[in-house]
């Protein structure tokens, strides 16, 4: 979703909805005499995501191991949101029971918070369904100048990594992508390049001292990202092996999160085999 020139996850965006409506019932309840519990609703909204992080970091163990830092960095993203749903219902319910001047508005707005979060998340969900499509069929190049058919591509699970060389994220995430390109040689994986030219591409491994993928693909046109409505770099699209569209990652990617990702689309094929080579 676009916010002027920003994009954001629908993730991000649930959550804060969720705590805008929270906060504006409880300020509503407290200008009518309710006791507040604004402070309270920030507690259990940094607890919830907390323990939705931790838990998403216990259920990608191994991927983390092999980076711990990025289980605290905010750019990675990996929630499990029952997890963090748990703790803030538990922590209300502890805190009704204790102090019942406060149990209506702090109840009262944590409901609400919950519900448009469980709402948003759920109209997100529901229209990434009704919208995901197959592989288009349009023709893009490769560095060498040589066509490719993107509809050609399916056969296999695919990752299709849309980035750009001015992007920050996008620089920081490629040499994961590329490892995982070495690792998980039941998986394609392209680079698509949005709106530069080879030389360009070219100059950006050379001055990294990066050996390219060896998928890279030129948008120049925009052909693929107006396809699919990509609205900011990176943006991965995650497709079954029939070509079609399971799951979409706005953002930098972890090792985790890309393991995940990798199981909603292709439930079958093992996220990794370290020990296989291509």
Not at 71 to 100: K, N, Q
Not at 242 to 262: P, V
Request: hydrophobic fraction near 50%; aromatic fraction near 8%.
């Amino acid at each position: 979703m676009n916010l002027g020139p920003w994009a954001l996850a629908i993730g991000p965006l649930a959550l804060l909805l969720g705590a805008i409506v929270a906060l504006t019932v409880e300020a509503r309840l407290h200008r009518h005499g309710a006791a507040r519990v604004e402070g309270i609703l920030w507690w259990l909204l940094g607890a919830g995501v907390v323990t939705a992080r931790l838990a998403h970091g216990v259920a990608w163990w191994p991927e983390y191991a092999r980076e711990p830092a990025s289980l605290i960095d905010p750019r990675a993203g990996g929630f499990v949101a029952w997890a963090g749903l748990l703790t803030v219902l538990g922590g209300a319910g502890v805190v009704a029971w204790r102090a019942p001047a406060k149990r209506r508005p702090l109840l009262l707005a944590v409901a609400a918070g919950c519900l448009t979060w469980g709402l948003v998340s759920l109209t997100a969900w529901r229209l990434e369904r009704a919208t995901q499509q197959p592989l288009p069929a349009m023709v893009l190049t490769d560095l060498d100048g040589r066509n490719v058919a993107i509809d050609t591509l399916a056969g296999q699970p695919l990752v299709i990594n849309v980035w750009a060389t001015w992007c920050g994220p996008c620089r920081r995430e490629l040499p994961m992508l590329i490892e995982a390109q070495r690792r998980l040689p039941g998986v394609r994986f392209v680079f698509v390049d949005a709106g530069e030219t080879a030389d360009a591409v070219r100059r950006f491994f050379s001055s990294q001292g990066l050996q390219a993928p060896r998928r890279v693909l030129l948008d120049t046109s925009g052909a693929l990202v107006a396809h699919y409505n990509v609205r900011g770099y990176p943006t991965t699209l995650f497709m079954d092996a029939r070509g079609q569209l399971r799951d979409t990652h706005l953002g930098e990617l972890s090792a985790a999160t890309l393991a995940e990702s990798l199981r909603r689309a292709a439930p079958g094929t093992p996220p990794d085999d370290s020990g296989a080579h291509p």
